[in-house]
């Protein structure tokens, strides 16, 4: 199987995004035959090598089953919840026992998102953080 993959998100400028922007990352293959039990999945991890998610088709509920010629899987993120770093992307189509490895791509591509808070950590979580006096706790 040939495959190749994309960034198709608009509102990203080359590689460089914020947390809030929307993601698309599109897998496309060929295959030269029609198979059974197929799963196409991607994989983020930070630069220190640190896994941060992980999807594919069979845990999205999609069908397992390839047809004959050229396909795609679109994986569509409605922000990227991430902090400021540079991230990269694995793009793997395998069985779906992880016994064959019909293509895999190991951090072929990388993203970089721009934090101006500058906070630590990976993840953007929402919070909201107050004072509260003593009479409040009480």
Excluded: M
């Excluded at 630069?47 to 069979?58: A, P, Q, R």
């Excluded at 934090?115 to 990976?122: L, V």
Aim: charge should be negative; glycine fraction near 10%; aromatic fraction near 8%.
């Amino acid at each position: 199987q040939k495959t190749a993959y994309e960034i198709v998100s608009r509102d990203w400028s080359s590689d460089v995004c914020s947390s809030d922007l929307p993601l698309v990352i599109r897998v496309e293959f060929e295959a030269a035959e029609t198979t059974e039990g197929v799963q196409v999945g991607i994989s983020i991890d930070d630069d220190t090598g640190i896994h941060v998610f992980g999807t594919n088709t069979k845990l999205s509920g999609l069908p397992t089953r390839i047809d004959a010629g050229t396909g795609a899987v679109e994986f569509a993120f409605s922000g990227v919840p991430l902090l400021g770093g540079e991230y990269g992307i694995t793009v793997g189509i395998e069985s779906v026992d992880e016994g064959t490895v019909f293509d895999w791509q190991e951090q072929r591509w990388s993203f970089t998102v721009e934090d101006p808070a500058a906070a630590p950590g990976r993840v953007l979580l929402p919070v909201t953080a107050s004072v509260v006096s003593r009479a409040e706790r009480d």
